[in-house]
Protein backbone atom coordinates (compact mmCIF):
# COMPACT_ATOMS: atom_id res chain seq x y z
CA UNK A 1 0.00 0.00 0.00
CA UNK A 2 2.61 2.64 0.33
CA UNK A 3 1.56 3.95 3.69
CA UNK A 4 2.95 6.25 5.76
CA UNK A 5 4.00 4.90 9.16
CA UNK A 6 1.64 7.55 10.69
CA UNK A 7 -0.73 6.21 8.20
CA UNK A 8 0.02 2.50 9.03
CA UNK A 9 -0.71 3.18 12.82
CA UNK A 10 -4.12 4.54 11.51
CA UNK A 11 -5.05 1.71 9.59
CA UNK A 12 -4.20 -0.53 12.78
CA UNK A 13 -6.57 1.72 14.90
CA UNK A 14 -9.50 1.86 12.28
CA UNK A 15 -9.48 -1.93 11.89
CA UNK A 16 -9.42 -2.95 15.66
CA UNK A 17 -12.40 -0.70 16.93
CA UNK A 18 -13.66 -2.36 13.81
CA UNK A 19 -13.60 -5.49 14.60
CA UNK A 20 -14.46 -4.30 18.49
CA UNK A 21 -17.72 -3.13 16.66
CA UNK A 22 -17.88 -6.44 14.81
CA UNK A 23 -17.68 -8.75 17.83
CA UNK A 24 -20.02 -6.54 19.64
CA UNK A 25 -22.62 -6.92 16.60
CA UNK A 26 -21.82 -11.11 16.35
CA UNK A 27 -23.02 -11.46 20.37
CA UNK A 28 -25.84 -9.13 19.49
CA UNK A 29 -26.76 -11.42 16.89
CA UNK A 30 -26.21 -14.34 18.25
CA UNK A 31 -29.26 -13.16 21.25
CA UNK A 32 -31.42 -12.05 18.18
CA UNK A 33 -31.09 -8.31 18.66
CA UNK A 34 -30.32 -7.44 15.05
CA UNK A 35 -33.21 -9.31 13.39
CA UNK A 36 -33.40 -6.20 10.63
CA UNK A 37 -29.73 -6.09 10.10
CA UNK A 38 -29.24 -2.18 10.28
CA UNK A 39 -26.06 -3.02 12.55
CA UNK A 40 -24.52 -5.40 9.98
CA UNK A 41 -25.06 -2.85 7.52
CA UNK A 42 -23.73 -0.12 9.40
CA UNK A 43 -20.82 -2.47 9.94
CA UNK A 44 -20.10 -2.63 6.28
CA UNK A 45 -20.55 0.84 5.52
CA UNK A 46 -17.80 1.25 8.21
CA UNK A 47 -15.45 -1.25 6.16
CA UNK A 48 -15.95 0.68 3.32
CA UNK A 49 -14.98 3.63 4.71
CA UNK A 50 -11.85 2.12 5.91
CA UNK A 51 -10.80 0.27 2.63
CA UNK A 52 -11.21 3.53 1.05
CA UNK A 53 -9.63 5.83 2.69
CA UNK A 54 -6.65 3.60 2.51
CA UNK A 55 -6.70 2.86 -0.60
CA UNK A 56 -7.49 -0.70 -0.29
CA UNK A 57 -10.78 -0.37 -2.28
CA UNK A 58 -8.73 -1.61 -5.80
CA UNK A 59 -9.62 1.80 -7.26
CA UNK A 60 -6.30 3.68 -7.65
CA UNK A 61 -5.56 7.45 -6.27
CA UNK A 62 -9.03 6.93 -3.30
CA UNK A 63 -7.08 7.31 -0.33
CA UNK A 64 -8.28 10.15 1.87
CA UNK A 65 -5.02 12.31 3.16
CA UNK A 66 -5.36 11.44 7.36
CA UNK A 67 -7.40 14.04 8.99
CA UNK A 68 -5.19 14.05 12.07
CA UNK A 69 -1.53 14.84 10.36
CA UNK A 70 -0.18 16.41 7.40
CA UNK A 71 2.81 15.10 5.99
CA UNK A 72 5.09 17.12 3.05
CA UNK A 73 3.04 20.28 3.44
CA UNK A 74 -0.69 20.66 2.50
CA UNK A 75 -0.27 20.30 -1.45
CA UNK A 76 0.10 16.65 -1.72
CA UNK A 77 -4.04 15.94 -2.09
CA UNK A 78 -6.52 17.37 -3.78
CA UNK A 79 -9.83 18.03 -2.80
CA UNK A 80 -12.43 16.94 -5.11
CA UNK A 81 -14.94 19.69 -5.08
CA UNK A 82 -14.52 22.92 -7.16
CA UNK A 83 -15.87 25.09 -4.33
CA UNK A 84 -13.72 23.65 -1.38
CA UNK A 85 -10.68 24.32 -4.11
CA UNK A 86 -11.86 27.42 -4.42
CA UNK A 87 -11.94 28.57 -0.86
CA UNK A 88 -8.39 26.99 0.02
CA UNK A 89 -6.80 28.73 -3.13
CA UNK A 90 -8.49 31.94 -1.42
CA UNK A 91 -7.30 31.27 2.20
CA UNK A 92 -3.44 30.37 0.50
CA UNK A 93 -3.00 33.70 -0.93
CA UNK A 94 -4.76 36.17 1.41
CA UNK A 95 -1.62 36.25 3.45
CA UNK A 96 -3.91 36.05 6.97
CA UNK A 97 -3.01 32.29 8.36
CA UNK A 98 0.49 31.50 9.42
CA UNK A 99 2.07 28.37 8.24
CA UNK A 100 0.93 26.36 11.39
CA UNK A 101 -2.64 28.13 10.60
CA UNK A 102 -2.31 26.30 7.47
CA UNK A 103 -1.84 23.31 8.05
CA UNK A 104 -4.56 23.59 10.90
CA UNK A 105 -7.07 24.96 7.93
CA UNK A 106 -5.89 22.08 5.54
CA UNK A 107 -7.13 19.53 7.97
CA UNK A 108 -10.39 21.12 8.75
CA UNK A 109 -10.41 21.04 4.54
CA UNK A 110 -9.80 16.93 4.34
CA UNK A 111 -11.88 16.72 7.65
CA UNK A 112 -14.81 18.20 5.01
CA UNK A 113 -13.88 16.15 2.05
CA UNK A 114 -14.15 12.82 4.36
CA UNK A 115 -17.43 13.91 5.59
CA UNK A 116 -18.59 14.48 2.17
CA UNK A 117 -17.48 10.87 1.50
CA UNK A 118 -18.98 8.72 4.10
CA UNK A 119 -22.40 11.00 3.32
CA UNK A 120 -21.76 9.57 -0.69
CA UNK A 121 -21.19 6.21 0.85
CA UNK A 122 -24.56 5.80 2.85
CA UNK A 123 -26.63 7.94 0.09
CA UNK A 124 -25.13 4.74 -2.34
CA UNK A 125 -26.32 2.40 0.06
CA UNK A 126 -29.78 3.98 0.96
CA UNK A 127 -30.38 4.08 -3.16
CA UNK A 128 -29.51 0.23 -3.34
CA UNK A 129 -31.64 -0.37 -0.49
CA UNK A 130 -35.15 1.53 -1.73
CA UNK A 131 -34.57 -0.14 -4.97
CA UNK A 132 -34.59 -2.97 -3.74
CA UNK A 133 -37.64 -2.36 -1.83
CA UNK A 134 -39.38 -1.09 -4.71
CA UNK A 135 -39.61 -4.18 -6.52
CA UNK A 136 -41.26 -6.26 -3.31
CA UNK A 137 -44.50 -6.69 -4.47
CA UNK A 138 -46.16 -8.18 -1.62
CA UNK A 139 -45.92 -6.29 1.59
CA UNK A 140 -45.37 -8.12 4.80
CA UNK A 141 -44.24 -7.57 8.72
CA UNK A 142 -40.29 -7.95 7.05
CA UNK A 143 -41.23 -4.95 4.76
CA UNK A 144 -42.22 -3.02 7.37
CA UNK A 145 -38.77 -3.12 9.24
CA UNK A 146 -37.44 -2.67 5.88
CA UNK A 147 -39.43 0.70 5.92
CA UNK A 148 -38.27 1.32 9.90
CA UNK A 149 -34.40 0.54 8.56
CA UNK A 150 -34.70 3.41 5.89
CA UNK A 151 -36.33 5.81 7.92
CA UNK A 152 -33.36 5.55 9.99
CA UNK A 153 -30.95 5.99 7.48
CA UNK A 154 -32.52 9.06 5.72
CA UNK A 155 -32.26 10.83 9.39
CA UNK A 156 -28.70 9.57 9.40
CA UNK A 157 -28.52 11.12 6.31
CA UNK A 158 -29.68 14.20 7.30
CA UNK A 159 -27.75 14.47 9.75
CA UNK A 160 -24.32 13.90 8.00
CA UNK A 161 -26.17 16.44 5.40
CA UNK A 162 -26.64 19.08 8.28
CA UNK A 163 -22.84 18.43 9.74
CA UNK A 164 -21.68 19.09 6.14
CA UNK A 165 -23.32 22.57 5.36
CA UNK A 166 -22.30 23.83 8.81
CA UNK A 167 -18.67 22.72 8.10
CA UNK A 168 -18.92 24.40 4.91
CA UNK A 169 -20.02 27.72 6.08
CA UNK A 170 -17.57 27.12 8.63
CA UNK A 171 -14.88 27.08 5.93
CA UNK A 172 -16.32 29.63 3.86
CA UNK A 173 -16.04 32.43 6.91
CA UNK A 174 -12.67 30.88 8.77
CA UNK A 175 -10.91 31.19 4.59
CA UNK A 176 -12.16 34.48 3.99
CA UNK A 177 -11.86 36.15 7.61
CA UNK A 178 -9.05 33.93 9.77
CA UNK A 179 -8.96 32.32 12.36
CA UNK A 180 -10.84 33.81 15.49
CA UNK A 181 -8.84 33.71 18.68
CA UNK A 182 -11.74 33.60 21.47
CA UNK A 183 -12.87 30.35 19.13
CA UNK A 184 -13.24 27.96 22.20
CA UNK A 185 -12.09 25.13 20.15
CA UNK A 186 -9.61 24.40 17.37
CA UNK A 187 -9.93 20.54 15.99
CA UNK A 188 -12.16 19.98 13.35
CA UNK A 189 -13.79 17.08 14.54
CA UNK A 190 -14.37 18.23 18.25
CA UNK A 191 -15.74 21.39 16.23
CA UNK A 192 -18.06 19.84 14.76
CA UNK A 193 -19.35 17.59 18.05
CA UNK A 194 -19.85 21.39 19.26
CA UNK A 195 -21.93 22.42 16.50
CA UNK A 196 -24.14 19.78 16.43
CA UNK A 197 -24.45 19.63 20.35
CA UNK A 198 -25.88 22.70 20.34
CA UNK A 199 -28.55 21.56 18.09
CA UNK A 200 -29.49 18.73 19.91
CA UNK A 201 -32.03 18.21 22.70
CA UNK A 202 -29.33 18.76 25.70
CA UNK A 203 -30.45 20.96 28.68
CA UNK A 204 -27.71 23.75 29.71
CA UNK A 205 -26.12 21.61 32.36
CA UNK A 206 -26.11 18.62 30.00
CA UNK A 207 -24.27 20.88 27.17
CA UNK A 208 -21.76 22.59 29.41
CA UNK A 209 -20.85 18.50 30.99
CA UNK A 210 -20.36 18.24 27.03
CA UNK A 211 -17.98 21.05 26.69
CA UNK A 212 -15.90 20.22 28.88
CA UNK A 213 -15.57 16.42 28.04
CA UNK A 214 -15.03 18.09 24.55
CA UNK A 215 -11.91 19.91 26.05
CA UNK A 216 -10.80 16.28 27.32
CA UNK A 217 -11.14 15.18 23.81
CA UNK A 218 -9.38 17.95 21.99
CA UNK A 219 -6.69 17.36 25.19
CA UNK A 220 -6.04 14.13 23.55
CA UNK A 221 -6.38 14.41 19.96
CA UNK A 222 -3.50 17.15 20.58
CA UNK A 223 -1.52 14.31 22.53
CA UNK A 224 -2.10 12.11 19.71
CA UNK A 225 -0.81 14.53 17.08
CA UNK A 226 2.20 14.97 18.79
CA UNK A 227 3.43 11.19 18.95
CA UNK A 228 1.99 11.39 15.02
CA UNK A 229 4.50 13.78 14.57
CA UNK A 230 7.42 11.84 16.56
CA UNK A 231 6.77 8.56 14.98
CA UNK A 232 7.21 10.31 11.36
CA UNK A 233 10.53 11.36 12.49
CA UNK A 234 11.63 8.37 14.03
CA UNK A 235 10.81 6.31 10.76
CA UNK A 236 12.82 8.70 8.76
CA UNK A 237 15.61 8.93 11.02
CA UNK A 238 15.48 5.00 11.11
CA UNK A 239 16.05 5.08 7.39
CA UNK A 240 18.31 6.83 7.44
CA UNK A 241 20.59 5.29 10.22
CA UNK A 242 19.98 1.89 8.11
CA UNK A 243 22.11 3.11 5.57
CA UNK A 244 25.02 3.99 7.79
CA UNK A 245 25.68 0.11 9.01
CA UNK A 246 26.05 1.37 12.58
CA UNK A 247 23.92 -1.79 14.37
CA UNK A 248 23.88 -0.71 17.88
CA UNK A 249 22.68 3.22 16.90
CA UNK A 250 20.00 1.25 14.55
CA UNK A 251 19.02 -1.69 17.35
CA UNK A 252 18.36 1.82 19.56
CA UNK A 253 16.20 3.46 17.59
CA UNK A 254 14.43 0.52 15.93
CA UNK A 255 13.43 0.05 19.80
CA UNK A 256 12.22 4.13 20.04
CA UNK A 257 10.06 3.99 17.13
CA UNK A 258 8.53 0.19 18.25
CA UNK A 259 7.68 2.56 21.52
CA UNK A 260 6.04 5.47 19.45
CA UNK A 261 4.48 2.82 17.07
CA UNK A 262 2.37 1.42 19.77
CA UNK A 263 1.78 4.04 21.61
CA UNK A 264 0.47 5.79 18.40
CA UNK A 265 -1.72 3.07 17.67
CA UNK A 266 -3.33 3.05 21.23
CA UNK A 267 -3.91 6.58 21.40
CA UNK A 268 -5.35 6.72 17.63
CA UNK A 269 -8.07 3.96 19.11
CA UNK A 270 -8.83 5.56 21.94
CA UNK A 271 -9.58 8.77 19.86
CA UNK A 272 -11.40 7.21 17.06
CA UNK A 273 -13.82 5.37 20.02
CA UNK A 274 -14.16 8.18 22.15
CA UNK A 275 -15.25 10.25 19.24
CA UNK A 276 -17.71 7.54 17.98
CA UNK A 277 -19.36 7.10 22.03
CA UNK A 278 -19.36 11.24 21.93
CA UNK A 279 -20.75 11.20 18.00
CA UNK A 280 -23.48 8.59 19.34
CA UNK A 281 -25.01 10.83 22.45
CA UNK A 282 -25.30 13.68 20.05
CA UNK A 283 -27.08 12.19 17.35
CA UNK A 284 -29.54 10.68 20.00
CA UNK A 285 -30.11 14.23 21.12
CA UNK A 286 -30.63 15.09 17.51
CA UNK A 287 -33.29 11.75 16.98
CA UNK A 288 -35.13 13.22 19.98
CA UNK A 289 -35.17 16.62 18.76
CA UNK A 290 -37.54 15.11 15.79
CA UNK A 291 -39.63 13.03 17.79
Known amino acids: LHLSAVKLAELHS ?9 LSWKKLKAEGLDEDGEKEAKLRRNLNVIM ?3 GM ?6 QLVDTNYIKDG ?19 TSGKFSDEELDKLWREFKHHKEKIHEYNILLETVSRTEDIHKNVINPSEENLVKEEILHNKHRELKDKL ?14 HQGYDTTSEFEEPRVIDLWDMAKSANFT ?39 GTGDKDHLNRNKEKYAMLEEKTKELGYKVKKHLQDLSSRISQGLQHNEL
Open 14 to 22: DLKLQEKDE
Open 74 to 92: TESDTLDDPRLEKLWSKAK
Open 57 to 62: NGKKNS
Open 162 to 175: RSINQGFERLRKVS
Open 204 to 242: EKELESFREELKHFEAKIEKHHHYQKQLEISHQKLKHIE
Open 52 to 54: TKY
